[in-house]
């Protein structure tokens, strides 16, 4: 396994944006999004602080031992996720799966809310509208999304998720 995606995953699964995880390490969020990208290696004194910060030793993070995951996930095992945008919540529903490849979240939007491509750390994502109705705006297109209707958004897309509605909408993305 790659050390920078093992990193990626463990750091979503505290649910630390990359920028809280550079800041509270002590690194620049370019050379953490490097590290993430396995664009480069980091020394062992860099791996030791993101460690420290995750609340992992460096011996337990290079075992190769098999975990038995955990494959079923009941909606009261919930966790809400830290978020600093207004009128949004986001749960995972799957708390606590280790070193996972996808990142899913429900996202409960309040109307007026809006979620913007910098706001959050997620630049590839599948999104599923379950409850509501949102706006998505990429690039320069509009689209109006209602339940059942999904969306991609690739790498490197300027993207903006917006609640226009009246009611809350409800939203499962799931990030790579």
């Known amino acids: 396994m790659e050390v920078g995606k093992k990193l990626r995953r463990l750091r979503r699964s505290k649910g630390l944006s990359l920028e809280e995880l550079a800041e509270r390490a002590g690194l620049t969020k370019g050379f953490l999004s490097q590290i993430e990208r396995d664009k480069t ?6 791996l030791k602080a ?19 995951e955990k494959n079923v996930f009941r909606k009261d095992e919930r966790r809400a996720l830290e978020t600093n945008i207004p009128g949004v919540k986001i749960e995972s529903p799957i708390p606590n ?22 706001s ?11 409850k509501g109705t949102v706006k998505l705006m990429l690039n320069k297109s ?9 969306f991609y958004i690739f790498p490197e897309t300027t993207y903006k998720i917006k609640n226009d509605a009246k009611k809350e909408a409800e939203v499962l993305i799931v990030a790579y």
């Open 142 to 150: 509009i689209y109006v999304l209602r339940k059942g209707d999904c």
């Open 41 to 46: 290696s980091p020394s062992v004194a860099a």
């Open 97 to 118: 799966l280790h070193y996972r490849e996808l990142d899913p979240m429900i996202v409960f939007m309040d109307p007026g809310s809006e979620i913007e491509d910098e």
């Open 50 to 68: 993101i460690l420290d910060v995750l609340g992992e030793d460096i011996a337990t993070f290079f075992k190769d031992m098999e975990v038995k």
């Open 120 to 130: 959050w750390d997620v630049e590839e994502a599948f999104g599923y509208v379950l």
